[in-house]
């Protein structure tokens, strides 16, 4: 079964998350960070249909980071 690793960050100036995966190819954004999770389930698993001839949705590993900024 497939496995893709998508990087979630924190866009301060845009006030968004931004997730992206080299693999799929991926690219999205979101306020919410909940919200673009459910958004990159949906998405990342129909580009994987297709580009790929496994048609059993993968899996996906998020690494998220935000920067927090004291003073």
Known sequence: MAEYKINF???DE???WTAVCDELPLALEH???DAL???VKVVAAEI???NHE???IPN???IAERMI???
């Open 54 to 56: 496994d048609m059993r």
């Open 14 to 16: 845009a006030c968004v």
């Open 31 to 33: 306020g919410s960070f």
């Open 48 to 50: 994987h249909e297709l």
């Open 9 to 11: 960050a924190w866009d």
């Open 37 to 39: 999770v459910e958004k």
């Open 60 to 62: 996906f590993l998020i």
């Open 69 to 71: 900024l004291n003073g």
